[in-house]
């Protein structure tokens, strides 16, 4: 274990072209990032190949039990990585938020690597045995956001590795240092080559997607970036597992509690400060309880803490950077002019250092306002009514995206059958947004294509391939 400034110094450069990174909470340096060139890029995945055929030779067993020591490297320099990741990013140390995301990163590099994938017996008559195996792809490049960068990363690293894969990372511009730190700590105690970073700008990225070495891309962003990526691989018919935007959608059932689901209706929506893909961004609220669950969710949200990431007693920190703080408050503005309800927050302090907007709740919106409509990914919820079930799940299938929804009612039945009317990849009922390691993850629509995630994610970092005979 190293201390955060040795953690630091290992990932600063001695040479070659840098760039600040800034704390969005204070404006301070965190560190100096590499900018890497598209030539380093080449580097890194002509390494990366040339690694891929002996660590494919291991096994199973063998990269698995690579896979369980990293997890123990990733421990050790665990709040070395919190603090790290709470400077950069902004989320603070304390809630769902940095240390929470280290410690995902553990337990999804233990979920990938004790995952069973045996071969299946699909025929076996007597006269036919066919037999499905999943193979290494090759290379994969796994591009990643600035939200959760630690965590999203070993999303994508942790299955195509223990599938036999090598893989090369790009980071967002936004969040390197962090994701620089976690490789750092992942190689400790990886077999050399095969794990490669390269800290470039959207033209590493590209190259990434478009070169012929690479078998697969792994990308979680914006629906637009995945479109260019779906362009950029095409020459190459590349397999893609792309997590795009999301604008999920939660139902509140009439016969819901309004204060049992507020506490939980608030972290949906504003885990992260509301910079999550699936994060609750619209709450439709019958009519019988939509004061009710107004009154009892402005209550939640006035009593929690936002500020700078380091302060232990804050579990909400700041926008990650001044693009996303302008959307949400253009967002918030327009509704306030059309005649929206403004119940908290919608008032940031121009004084206050950091990109911060306070926490808000926006009440008696229409379902075709902007705020509605499009995803605010950030500390801002619409809070939209509605008088049948019908009318609820129509608004919430009317966009093109489906990543996740939620329904809340304490009949379970009642809430499965409104969640099969959902068009998501995901549904959950009484929470929302609660990923697990071992349930496939994806989405449906504009919301991105391909599973991560247990059996079915490691079954996407494989190439199938049937034995028949």
């Not at 076996?124 to 591009?143: C, F, K, M, N, S």
């Not at 956001?145 to 994508?156: A, D, E, L």
């Not at 893909?277 to 019988?288: Q, W």
Request: charged share 20%; net charge negative.
């Amino acid at each position: 274990m190293e201390s955060y400034d040795a953690l630091l110094a290992s990932i600063t450069p001695s040479t070659g072209e840098t760039r600040n990174i800034l704390d969005p909470a204070t404006g301070e340096v965190v560190g100096q990032a590499p900018v890497h060139t598209v030539e380093d890029l080449e580097a890194a995945i002509a390494a990366a190949a040339e690694a891929q055929p002996a660590w494919a030779a291991l096994g199973h067993d063998a990269r698995s039990a690579a896979l369980l020591r990293a997890a123990d490297a990733v421990e050790r320099s665990a709040e070395e990585l919190a603090r790290l990741l709470s400077r950069e990013q902004g989320k603070p140390l304390n809630g769902p938020n940095a240390r929470f995301e280290v410690g995902a990163c553990a337990a999804w590099l233990r979920t990938a690597a004790t995952t069973p994938l045996e071969p299946e017996t699909v025929v076996d008559d007597g006269q036919t045995r066919a037999e499905l195996h999943y193979r290494p792809i090759g290379v994969v490049g796994a591009i990643g956001p600035w939200n959760w960068p630690m965590m999203i990363t070993v999303w994508q690293i942790a299955p195509a590795l223990r599938m036999g894969n090598t893989a090369v990372v790009k980071p967002s511009k936004m969040t390197p240092l962090s994701v620089l730190a976690l490789i750092k700590v992942l190689n400790e105690e990886l077999p050399e080559g095969i794990l490669h970073v390269v800290s470039g700008d959207r033209h590493v990225g590209a190259r990434l997607a478009e070169h012929a070495a690479i078998g697969k891309v792994m990308f979680t962003g914006s629906t637009a970036a995945g479109r260019e990526i779906i362009r950029s691989s095409a020459d190459t018919i590349k397999r893609l597992t792309l997590e795009l935007g999301g604008n999920d959608a939660g139902i509140v059932l009439p016969d819901a509690d309004p204060k049992a689901i507020a506490q939980d209706l608030f972290w949906g929506a504003f885990i992260n400060t509301g910079q999550t893909c699936a994060a609750l961004k619209r709450l439709y609220v019958h009519d019988s309880i939509y004061d009710a669950v107004c009154d009892e969710l402005t209550a939640v949200a006035q009593a929690m803490p936002m500020g700078v990431g380091l302060d232990e007693n804050n579990v909400l920190g700041p926008l990650q950077n001044k693009a996303q703080y302008d959307v949400v408050a253009s967002l918030v503005e327009a509704a306030r002019d059309s005649g929206a309800r403004v119940l908290t927050g919608g008032n940031p302090d121009p004084e206050q250092p950091g990109y911060f907007y306070p926490t808000t709740l926006v009440a008696d919106i229409s379902n075709d306002n902007p705020l509605v409509a499009e995803e605010q990914f950030g500390p801002a919820l619409p809070i939209i009514r509605y008088s049948s079930v019908d009318e609820a799940v129509a608004m919430a299938n009317a966009l093109d995206v489906g990543l996740g929804a939620s329904v809340w009612s304490p009949d379970l039945t009642a809430a499965r059958d409104v969640a099969a009317r959902l068009q998501a990849g995901t549904v959950w009922i009484n929470k929302h947004g609660a990923v697990d390691p071992r349930v496939p993850f994806g989405g449906t629509k504009q919301s991105g294509y391909g599973l991560e995630f247990g059996v079915e994610g490691l079954k996407h970092l494989g190439v199938p391939q049937v034995i028949n005979g």
